[in-house]
């Protein structure tokens, strides 16, 4: 199985900062990674796929980056509505699915 | 535009089998190349991928939960059901479908359902 990590398990930043969340796969995943944003009472919602496209609607302070192992969720500009869980996601492993285990990003 | 509604059994006594069903509208799961999935999420904790299947028949399952878990489609209804057995309180989770979107290995979860609380208590 492919393993996901993220660091940091939960941080706290003020409206306007520039936030950066990182994922790392067990192996080497290619790009087949993807990134969600989830919040409470609601479905988690797709932001990047293949590791730095931005999904259709998904804001453009929004960005990923990363190959291999490596990888990076980067926020721009904090906005109020962007406090939230993030998870990251590997395809590589297909059918076999597997997620990191959350970023809590909360207000400073 | 595709859309996913989970039903809702709410409470599920320990031991007993939790069944879940995920309806689509807005296509037919029987005409569309995709996968359909299962996912839940722990309170507290973070996403778990369940299984898949497709309307072929090809079905795929976590390996943790293989030896319990049951994902069927029926195509009449537009509908695609989970079934877990023997649950516990480690299963209470809110339950998510999805569809697959992209084309393997480049994949994603896109959309979602709004998710149902599933409480396993007696």
């Known amino acids: 199985d492919i393993q996901m990590t993220q660091s940091p398990s939960s941080l706290s930043a003020s409206v306007g900062e520039r936030v950066s969340i990182t994922c790392r796969a067990s192996?080497?995943?290619?790009?087949?990674l993807n990134w969600y944003q989830h919040k409470p009472g609601k479905a988690p919602k797709l932001l990047i796929y293949?590791?730095?496209f931005l999904q259709s609607g998904a804001p453009s302070r929004f960005s990923g980056s990363g190959a291999g192992t490596d990888f990076t969720l980067t926020i721009s500009s904090l906005q109020p509505e962007d406090f939230a869980t993030y998870y990251c996601?590997?395809?590589?492993?297909?059918?076999?699915?597997?997620f990191g285990p959350g970023t809590k990003v909360d207000i400073k | 535009q595709v859309q996913l509604q989970e039903s809702a059994p709410g409470l599920v006594k320990p031991s007993q089998t939790l069944s879940l069903a995920c309806t689509v509208s807005?296509?037919?799961?029987?005409?569309?190349?995709?996968?359909w999935h299962w996912l839940r999420h722990h309170p507290g904790k973070g996403l778990e991928w369940i299984g898949s299947?497709?309307?072929?028949?090809?079905?795929f399952y976590t390996p943790s939960l293989k030896s319990r878990v049951t994902i069927s489609v029926d195509t009449s209804k537009n509908q695609f059901s989970l079934n877990l057995n023997s649950v516990t309180a480690a299963d209470t989770a809110v339950y998510y479908c999805?569809?697959?979107?992209?084309?393997?290995?480049?994949?994603?979860?896109?959309?979602w359902g709004q998710g149902t609380l599933v409480t396993v208590s007696s």
């Open positions: 192996q080497s995943i290619g790009t087949y």
């Open positions: 299947i497709h309307h072929s028949g090809s079905i």
């Open positions: 293949g590791a730095s």
């Open positions: 807005g296509g037919s799961i029987s005409n569309a190349p995709y996968y």
């Open positions: 996601q590997q395809s590589y492993g297909t059918p076999l699915f597997t």
């Open positions: 999805a569809r697959e979107g992209g084309a393997p290995p480049e994949s994603w979860f896109d959309p």
